[in-house]
């Protein structure tokens, strides 16, 4: 995206600047996952990083109390007044995470002001790359720091989000994407203990490999999903192992006590995945910090196979892309990434390689589902920020 292009479509929205009026303009990436999944809200280790895909902010005060939003992704313009009280309409559609993260500041004690605000993105939404934690991280971000706030706590501004599409989005989301969106560091990937927040940087180096995102172009909804299924499964083992011992989170768990304590074999396999897909991050990125991209792959691929049989959130969209990923010359590992159900999948796929990977993959893809997948070649960004425009 051409910042000075987007600027100048800011003008065309809302018109030229006639009050001296400055444009503020700011980026936030999605995020990609990987390895870790459906692990964040069972308190274990994820492993994602902030993608060059996003979403571009701009906004300009103006001298009322009304905040209206645009979107060059969606024709739908919402204003709301802020004297008002901001409450969740479904016919708001995708502005209604901009008036989440405009509701819970207000009700934080933040005096906002009016405001013109437009956002452009390059992240496919309902795709897995958390379009809806980059633009609830975007706008909060954006409102804060044009107000003049410049030290931002990245930490408390990811579980304020978190909170918003929680109780505002009623998404019952972890922490993982809004922690990307918001601490996300050029060149290295995250590990977070999503149980105490602590994390750590590791480069996210691959040499010879290139991280290909791969979508499905399966829309999915994560409110509609059976993700809050999942949850309900995890808490279900949660609650018959704490017949026998006292734990707050899956992730204390040992697989012998699901074999020991698990009797119905849903809860066992969910639980399987937990446990298992922990055990593997950290595993993996130990093994990419050797250098050992080919075991870091392997494990990919483990943890693919492990959401696919035991926690069965992939589907025929993301097996059929992992699947052929697999069998393509130069592609050394593969998985799901975010939610699942559709999405996108990821893959390591020798540099040299890519071109040919692309249209193998595609052409067998469409073979079986008729859908026509995307491939986006990621490079990992820093988080959340105010740029020059
Ligand atoms: C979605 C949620 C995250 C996480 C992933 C699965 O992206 O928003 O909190 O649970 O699914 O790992």
């Known amino acids: 995206m051409d910042v000075l292009r987007f600027k100048d479509r800011f003008y065309e929205e809302y018109g030229e600047d006639d009050s001296n009026q400055t444009v503020h303009c700011f980026f936030a990436p999605g995020r990609v996952n990987l390895i870790g999944e459906h692990i964040d809200y069972n308190?274990?280790?994820?492993f994602p990083a902030a993608l060059s895909l996003g979403i571009y902010g701009a906004m300009?005060?103006?001298s009322d109390n009304v905040i209206q939003l645009k979107s060059t992704n969606a024709s739908l313009a919402?204003?709301?007044?802020l004297k008002q009280p901001?409450?969740?309409k479904t016919e708001d559609g995708w502005a209604n995470y901009p008036k989440g993260a405009i509701k819970h500041l207000l009700d934080d004690g933040y005096s906002l002001k009016g405001c013109e605000i437009l956002f452009s993105g390059n992240l496919p939404d309902g795709a897995g790359l958390s379009s809806s934690a980059a633009l609830l991280v975007l706008v909060t971000f954006m409102l804060r720091y044009a107000g003049g706030e410049r030290n931002i706590d990245r930490v408390e501004l990811a579980k304020f989000c978190q909170k918003i599409e929680n109780q505002f989005m009623r998404v019952n989301c972890g922490i993982m994407d809004q922690f990307s969106v918001a601490?996300?560091?050029?060149d290295y990937a995250i590990l977070l203990d999503c149980d105490t927040l602590q994390y750590k940087y590791t480069p996210f180096a691959l040499g010879e490999y290139s991280l290909v995102i791969m979508n499905t172009n399966k829309k999915r909804e994560l409110a509609e999903s059976?993700?809050?299924q999942r949850r309900g499964e995890c808490e279900a083992v949660l609650d018959i192992i704490n017949q026998h011992r006292q734990v707050t989170n899956l992730?204390?768990?040992?697989?012998?006590?699901?074999?020991t304590y698990v009797k119905d074999d849903v809860l066992q396999r969910r639980a399987r995945h937990v446990i298992s897909e922990n055990n593997r991050v950290l595993l993996a990125v130990s093994l990419l910090e050797q250098g050992d991209i080919g075991g870091f792959a392997d494990l990919m691929t483990q943890s693919h196979i492990s959401l696919k049989d035991d926690y069965e959130v992939t589907g025929l969209e993301l097996d059929s892309l992992v699947e052929n990923a697999l069998k393509t010359r130069g592609c050394i590992g593969a998985r799901m990434t975010g939610a699942g159900f559709g999405g996108c999948a990821i893959a390591l796929v020798a540099t040299d390689q890519i071109d040919a990977f692309k249209v193998a993959v595609a052409q067998r893809y469409e073979e079986v589902t008729n859908l026509r997948p995307e491939f986006y070649v990621a490079s990992i960004v820093d988080g959340v920020k105010a740029i020059d425009c």
């Open 183 to 186: 601490m996300g560091k050029q």
């Open 251 to 259: 992730c204390q768990v040992s697989l012998l006590e699901i074999d």
């Open 60 to 62: 300009r005060f103006r």
């Open 86 to 88: 901001i409450i969740f």
């Open 78 to 81: 919402v204003t709301i007044d």
């Open 43 to 46: 308190g274990g280790y994820v």
């Open 226 to 228: 059976k993700y809050n």
